[in-house]
């Protein structure tokens, strides 16, 4: 059972902004960083963005990350065919004292 | 390059064990966590366990808590998941992913083992 929730899916045409928003609690997003993987078809996740808004080297810079108290958000701009993915939110959850992962959002470009 | 390379999967009875390995390279395997992530056939992740670089600390999800057991051998950069009681609901792919500063922060994932819980 997932403790953070996103949308269930996304879709925009090429060029287009689409944003995936991930809400949490005071225990996970409110005290801790958001990190964000994109899982393509058939392949294992890859790590997106990490420490709410920071993108590892080689991530385009279409994909950016914010946080503002208990929720989080990936935005994607000049989305691009290649961009069709799951997009799993994740955060440390000092209750549970482990790793959580939001519901996980399907992105589809038209 | 930072490689993992999981192996052990199958097809397994349920209330049965399986030990999953993944063999690391590419990095200093000693100074990082290293974590087990699963994902059930069409849904989404799930953590299952992490182990702190020196092996001293273990976290578990408690879904998995007192079933599986976390450790690793630093000599042999390798990293283990002993899973023991085996249920249905434990069939997915298992990730094993290397940590960062921050352990949570999962940095390079493997390509997955498949686990089938099944009688």
């Known amino acids: 059972q997932s403790v953070l929730t996103q949308p269930p899916s996304a879709s925009g045409t090429p060029g287009q902004r689409v944003t995936i928003s991930c809400s949490g609690s005071?225990?996970?997003?409110?005290?801790?960083?958001v990190y964000w993987y994109q899982q393509l078809p058939g392949t294992a996740p890859k790590r997106l963005i990490f420490?709410?808004?920071q993108r590892p080297s080689g991530v385009p810079d279409r994909f950016s990350g914010s946080k503002s108290g208990t929720s989080a958000s990936l935005a994607i701009s000049g989305l691009r065919s290649e961009d069709e993915a799951d997009y799993f939110c994740?955060?440390?959850?000092?209750?549970?004292?482990?790793?959580?992962f939001g519901t996980g959002t399907k992105v589809t470009v038209l | 390059e930072v490689q993992l390379l999981e192996s052990g999967g199958g097809l397994v009875q349920p209330g049965g064990s399986l030990r999953l390995s993944c063999a690391a390279s590419?990095?200093?395997?000693?100074?990082?966590?290293m974590s087990w992530v699963r994902q059930a056939p069409g849904k989404g992740l799930e953590w299952v366990s992490t182990?702190?670089?020196?092996?001293?600390?273990?976290y578990y999800a408690d879904s998995v808590k007192g079933r599986f057991t976390i450790s690793r051998d630093n000599s042999k950069n390798t990293l283990y998941l002993q899973m023991n009681s085996l249920r249905a609901e434990d069939t997915a792919i298992y990730y094993c992913?290397?940590?960062?500063?921050?352990?949570?922060?999962?940095?390079?994932w493997g390509q997955g083992t498949l686990v089938t819980v099944s009688s």
């Open positions: 182990i702190s670089g020196s092996g001293g600390s273990t």
């Open positions: 992913a290397k940590g960062a500063g921050a352990a949570e922060e999962l940095t390079n």
């Open positions: 005071s225990s996970n997003i409110g005290n801790n960083y």
């Open positions: 994740a955060a440390w959850d000092d209750s549970l004292s482990g790793l959580v």
């Open positions: 420490r709410n808004n």
């Open positions: 590419g990095f200093t395997f000693s100074s990082h966590a």
